[in-house]
């Protein structure tokens, strides 16, 4: 029990710092990013690399976590400028790309099959790793948030040319907003590798995307509480799937696709009915009367 | 001074300007006329660096302006309010009015980690001018309201109110009079009059007629994308062609 | 020579079963304005229909497709009365977001159904070879159906009332509705139209390879890529589209790379068809900002 709780929390801490990183760029920034999978795959591969390659952790690590950052740039920097159809089938393809480079090019880290990393064997060293990354994403997030950046950020994502005629340059703050989440969705990725032993192309499909997404929209895509409940909501269903096949003697195949299903259905019943999510974001007052 | 000068834009086979110059003194309200289609907000989105024309150049007091980065033209002192005004609408009418603000410390990621004083400092400032902003417009009591709540009329001062943050040499005003109603309307002139003898170019586009004459110094009139008459309020009445074709009064 | 004529033969059977997944896409994008990655779920559905009522039923396979088609549109009918109808006022980000869900709930509820594994039709098929080509007759069956069903597509848009009604819509919805054509009713038109197509596609895709709920992520990015390479809202741009990328992938995969810069023969591996799928994608967005940002901002 006390080993599926530890599993559960390390889970859903891994999966929170995804959703915080699509919050920042969809919730804030209004950013449609249909490869969100891709920096966390980028960071994963980082360490498998290292490790195929006979590196260091940390320069796996060093590895993964850069190389997000900079994939996002190149990315958007062409897409930037273009409508937000285009820029979610950008993100789309980009992500799958890389699966489709990882799967054929077997000399980065192992092709199909995969590649092992070092694993961490004490489970609760690695539960508290994942808690110390979300709280350190999910306060610079915080801070983010809060501040004259975040206000303007949400002003992109309303109205970009309202954005520009005030003389911000739009395209620059997209890319220090994806800069940034990349980063995070990076350290995701490196600490997974380490935590599940191994990396292979199969763990990163486009479903994991919509995976977030559904975390995301369920809990409210623009508050970060919002963004941690929906995404405990979603990881609990995932890790308890085995025993519910077990209780249910039903194939965990069938139970598997059944909440991929309902995964669908609450992505667009949220829409449906409470497109802000559970958790709404919040009205900021200010004190308009005081001199 | 700002000067447009031999400004042309094409949209596909369709000529919405031909090589047309406008001029505006600092202290004065200057009025563009016309018929819908002749091109007026076309101009201003010229001007605002929001549309990249075939041909021309734009100046500020000798000053060349980049053409087709609002971003840089707005660095200028050269602001602009929509028709259909623009707004963040999911914020507050008050957060509206703090954007409009420029050089935030706030903004910049590395002040924001690394000098949070320093951020902490400009926000109060930032905070302090929006609400004197606010209560020129006579808004105050709208401040913790959702932009998307307001009546068009107040929204058409809220963006009037976000460009006053970031203290505009140039304002250019598209049509800030339709669907306001005349109680609005009297307060604008107003606040336009005061804009003008705080030594600020206004260029104002508008189909009511009344205001224009009322408030404006200099009208230019297009016509399908051409300047067919310039000159004062008086000089315009009097030409009796303007009168007759465009703006739909017996001469 | 008969190389030449290989590949041209391989660009027009896998061309066809994309252009014709693709139009739809383009169709729906042309009126709704937005992309919708549900479109791509028909294709499965009709294929699974097509495949129980051939396999199960024991229906010529022919009439199986034609059937599986209709079942579709109507499916695609009650997915918007469900879903998109209700949806109309929300931002096109949110439509494509929804769609996705759309997505996720039938592609899951298809595998819940039928299991992951593969299926192969049952059919055979004799080769035929023209010019040292070698084809089946399956493969014209499928270029002749496409070909019939683009016709068929290009008749009803540009030669009936419906049709003019689906351009007007689509060239200014709201000047549409004020000369009194019935939006909600060619709306509804415009998803049985996507998704018998999208079925007939998805059919033809599943015969010549096989059945499997995982085909919708074969099918996704070539027939985005189609549709972005012909232009979002062209309907037989996207067909056009789906042709070129078929052709790009036949010419660069069976191009021998190595021969031409070194002495080894090295070609691009056939895994690599996707890549080519979205690197021209990127590229054609590449190409052509200047029109898709004036568009964005008109």
């Avoid at chain 3, 869900?101 to 159904?113: D, E, H, T």
Wanted: charged share 15%.
């Amino acid at each position: 029990m006390t080993d599926f709780i530890i599993f559960s929390v390390t889970t859903i801490a891994i999966w929170s710092v995804l959703g915080i990183s699509l919050h920042l760029q969809f919730g804030l920034t209004g950013l449609v990013n249909f490869g969100q999978v891709l920096p966390f795959a980028v960071g994963a591969y980082g360490a498998g690399f290292a490790a195929v390659h006979g590196l260091p952790i940390w320069a796996g690590a060093l590895i993964g976590c850069g190389l997000a950052p900079l994939i996002g740039v190149l990315v958007i920097l062409p897409a930037g400028r273009l409508t937000q159809d285009y820029w979610a089938l950008v993100t789309l393809g980009a992500g799958e790309i890389f699966r489709l480079a990882m799967l054929n090019i077997s000399g980065i880290a192992g092709g199909v099959e995969g590649a092992s990393v070092v694993r961490l064997g004490d489970r609760t060293l690695a539960m508290v790793l994942a808690l110390v990354l979300l709280t350190g994403t999910a306060l610079f997030a915080f801070r983010m948030d809060r501040s004259p950046l975040g206000r303007l950020l949400r002003v992109l994502r309303e109205d970009e040319t309202l954005a520009a005629t005030l003389g911000r340059n739009p395209l620059r703050f997209q890319l220090v907003v994806t800069a940034v989440s990349w980063v995070m969705a990076g350290l995701a990725g490196v600490l997974y590798a380490h935590v599940t032993g191994y990396v292979s192309p199969s763990s990163f499909m486009v479903i994991e995307t919509f995976v977030i997404w559904t975390a995301v929209v369920l809990g409210g895509p623009n508050t970060i509480a919002g963004v941690v409940l929906g995404t405990a909501v979603v990881q609990l269903t995932g890790v308890s799937t085995r025993f519910i096949a077990q209780w249910s003697h039903l194939p965990s195949e069938l139970v598997a696709n059944l909440r991929l299903a309902a995964f669908g259905a609450v992505l667009v019943l949220v829409f449906l009915f409470r497109p802000q999510g559970v958790i709404p974001e919040p009205k900021r007052r200010y004190n308009a009367d005081s001199r | 001074m700002l000067i447009a000068a031999d400004i042309s834009v094409a949209f596909g086979g369709f000529q919405a300007l031909r090589s047309v110059s406008v001029q505006a003194a600092p202290g004065s309200i200057v009025g563009l006329v016309g018929p819908n289609g002749s091109g007026k907000s076309t101009l201003l989105d010229v001007i605002a660096g929001l549309r990249q024309p075939d041909g021309g150049k734009v100046q500020l007091d000798g000053a060349t302006v980049p053409l087709g980065r609002p971003d840089v033209v707005a660095g200028f002192g050269i602001g602009r309010a929509f028709q259909v005004p623009r707004l963040a609408r999911r914020l507050t009418v008050f957060q509206n009015v703090m954007v409009g603000a420029r050089g935030q410390s706030g903004e910049k990621l590395s002040d924001l980690f690394l000098r949070p004083g320093r951020v902490a400092r400009r926000e109060r400032e930032v905070e302090a001018a929006a609400r004197d902003i606010l209560r020129r417009l006579d808004l105050s009591h709208k401040a913790n309201d959702y932009a998307s709540d307001l009546s068009g009329g107040q929204q058409k001062l809220l963006s009037m109110g976000i460009l006053l943050m970031a203290h505009p040499r140039v304002l250019l005003l598209d049509e800030p009079a339709a669907g306001v109603n005349p109680v609005l309307i009297e307060r604008q002139i107003r606040f336009l009059r005061e804009l003008r003898d705080e030594g600020r170019i206004i260029v104002l586009v508008e189909h009511n007629m009344e205001m224009v004459a009322n408030v404006c110094d200099h009208i230019f009139v297009l016509d399908a994308g051409e300047v067919i008459a310039a000159g004062t309020p008086m000089q315009i009445r009097a030409d009796a062609r303007v009168m007759r074709s465009y703006l739909g009064q017996p001469a | 020579m008969c190389r030449v004529i290989q590949i041209l033969f391989n660009t027009l059977i896998y061309g066809s079963e994309i252009a014709i997944i693709a139009v739809g896409v383009a169709l729906s994008y042309s009126i709704l304005r937005f992309a919708n990655f549900a479109h791509v779920q028909f294709a499965v559905v009709g294929a699974y229909t097509a495949f129980s009522l051939h396999q199960y039923a024991g229906a010529p396979i022919a009439l199986a497709a034609v059937l599986a088609a209709l079942l579709t549109g109507l499916f695609a009918v009650l997915v918007d009365w469900l879903v998109f109808a209700r949806l109309r006022n929300i931002t096109p980000e949110g439509k494509m977001i929804v769609s996705w869900g759309v997505a996720l709930f039938i592609r899951s509820i298809v595998a819940a159904m039928f299991g992951g594994s593969a299926r192969v039709f049952d059919v055979s098929s004799d080769t035929l070879s023209i010019g040292g080509a070698f084809f089946t007759l399956q493969d014209v069956i499928v270029v002749a159906a496409t070909a019939l069903a683009m016709l068929a597509l290009h008749a009803l848009l540009y030669r009936t009332l419906a049709g003019t009604a689906l351009r007007a819509l689509a060239s200014n919805r709201d000047l549409a509705e004020t000369r009194g054509i019935p939006a909600a009713r060619m709306i509804g038109l415009m998803w049985f139209i996507c998704g018998t197509t999208a079925a007939l596609g998805g059919t033809l895709f599943a015969l010549q390879t096989r059945l499997q709920p995982n085909m919708d992520l074969v099918m996704l990015l070539p027939v985005f890529s189609a549709v972005t390479i012909g232009g979002l809202d062209r309907v037989f741009g996207a067909a056009l589209g789906a042709v070129v990328l078929s052709l790009a992938q036949n010419l660069l995969i069976s191009v021998d790379f190595g021969t031409l810069f070194s002495g080894e023969s090295w070609s691009v591996p056939t895994q690599f068809r996707d890549f080519i799928a979205v690197g021209a994608m990127v590229l054609i967005l590449l190409l052509r900002p200047r029109r898709i940002a004036a568009r964005a901002a008109g």
